[in-house]
């Protein structure tokens, strides 16, 4: 017996991560719902997938609530109930603590976080008529360690992490809500045309990992396509780490 489609779901959909959500998915049959805000990069990834017709693009800014709650109804009107939301987009500023602006901290917190929010809140009515069904986000090792200059994005990463255990108990036993923290995943391949570059990954990046290569966004759909199974149906309000290691090797300064 054939499994049902899926009605999914996915922040940020046009490009990284998310852009291979939105392919995998749809070339499985499922029917995917994805919110971006770069309309070009958007209309790519739709044209793309066009013959399997199961791959729906709306353009929208995620930390504004009308543009999610549209997004949010249309996927109402048409589907009627969702089973997996994945709260994948995220942006970072990488500046000096002394010349980061009020206005780019609270840029950054507004669409990783508050947009976060946002789609589970306008969500949560979908995916109780589905049955259930789960909340995935994509949060980062920058919640558990940083880089120098990093401070919005390792707050907003951070911040996932806590509104995801307090999702998983608000929204259990009928929702479950979980995190996954990617490392170092290269999504050269996966950017829009006009951005795309040729991986410049060294021999040395590779080697940094205990797994022995640097992430792919694939890696992370794998992880995703896990959590959203049945075979998962008694984890929620966990954070998976995938990172091929990274984060438990210890490194020193020669």
């Given at each position: 017996m054939e499994a049902q489609p899926k009605r999914i779901a996915v922040t940020g959909g046009g490009q990284g991560i998310g852009r291979c959500l939105v392919e995998s998915f749809a070339e499985q049959g499922d029917r995917v719902y994805f919110l971006e805000v770069d309309r070009e990069a958007g209309e790519e990834c739709v044209t793309e997938l066009a013959e399997r017709k199961t791959a729906f693009f709306t353009q929208g800014d995620i930390s504004q609530p009308q543009d999610v709650k549209g997004w949010m109804a249309t996927?109402?009107?048409?589907?009627?109930?969702?089973?997996?939301?994945?709260?994948?987009?995220?942006?970072?500023?990488?500046?000096?603590?002394?010349?980061?602006?009020?206005?780019?901290?609270?840029r950054v917190l507004q669409v990783?976080?508050?947009?976060?929010?946002?789609?589970?809140?306008?969500?949560?009515?979908?995916?109780?008529?589905?049955?259930?069904?789960?909340?995935?986000?994509?949060?980062?090792?920058?919640?558990?360690?940083?880089e120098p200059h990093t401070e919005s994005y390792a707050a907003s990463k951070g911040g996932i992490l806590a509104l995801t255990h307090a999702l998983a108990v608000s929204l259990g036993p009928d929702i479950r809500v979980n995190a996954i923290s990617p490392g170092w995943i290269d999504v050269t391949s996966w950017q829009k045309r006009s951005n795309r570059q040729l991986s410049k990954l060294s021999r040395e990046d590779h080697r940094q990992h205990p797994a022995g290569r640097v992430g792919r966004p694939e890696d992370i759909m794998k992880a995703v396509r896990f959590l959203a199974s049945a075979e998962a149906d008694f984890i929620t309000g966990t954070n998976l780490v995938v990172d091929g290691g990274m984060t438990v090797k210890m490194i020193y300064e020669e």
């Open positions: 996927i109402g009107e048409k589907e009627g109930a969702l089973d997996l939301l994945v709260n994948n987009v995220g942006i970072m500023v990488n500046r000096p603590l002394e010349e980061l602006t009020w206005e780019e901290w609270n990783n976080l508050g947009g976060a929010f946002l789609a589970a809140q306008a969500a949560a009515p979908l995916l109780r008529k589905g049955g259930g069904g789960c909340i995935i986000q994509i949060a980062s090792t920058r919640a558990l360690m940083s």
